[in-house]
């Protein structure tokens, strides 16, 4: 029996703020945005950054898990939106993630739900959010 490879690329970022700009991201890969830091603009916050990193480790965990579970065929898209509830006094953190699968396709209600639960126990973003992981900081000059 051959095994899977699995496949890893280099991740992190790094984000420059200076003087009165917005703050920049770059990824380590060479990915750059431009985050909004006003209450009107347009365009993502840090907190949208959180919600588009599981939303988007989900839907890729989903096509993954219908051709695990053999439906891929019967799925023409995947959506997941993210959203959450941020307290209203410091220290300021998400309580609560309201994550809602859309899948397009011939599906029944037993197989989106398992479709969802297991993208959900595949996504490391999902797992590291519940796992309570450890940061590590470091200062320097």
């Given amino acids: 029996m051959v095994g899977l490879a699995v496949r890893t690329r280099e991740t992190g970022a790094v984000a420059i703020l200076q ?3 917005k703050p920049v991201i770059h990824s380590l890969t060479g990915g750059e945005l431009t985050l909004e830091n006003t ?11 959180l919600y588009a990193s599981l939303s ?7 096509r993954i898990a219908a ?12 959506e997941v ?11 300021y953190r998400i309580t609560r993630f309201d994550v809602q699968f859309l899948f397009a396709g011939d599906l029944s209600e037993v197989e989106r739900h398992e479709l969802a639960e297991t ?8 797992n590291t959010l519940k796992a309570n992981a450890e940061v590590a900081f470091t200062v320097s000059g």
């Fill in 19 to 21: 003087g009165q700009e």
């Fill in 39 to 49: 209450v009107s603009g347009a365009g993502f916050n840090a907190i949208d950054l």
């Fill in 56 to 62: 988007a480790c989900l839907v890729m965990s989903a």
């Fill in 67 to 78: 051709r695990k579970l053999g439906l891929v065929e019967r799925i023409s898209s995947y």
């Fill in 81 to 91: 939106k993210v959203s959450g509830e941020k307290t209203e006094h410091e220290p």
């Fill in 119 to 126: 993208a959900e126990a595949m996504c490391t973003v999902s």
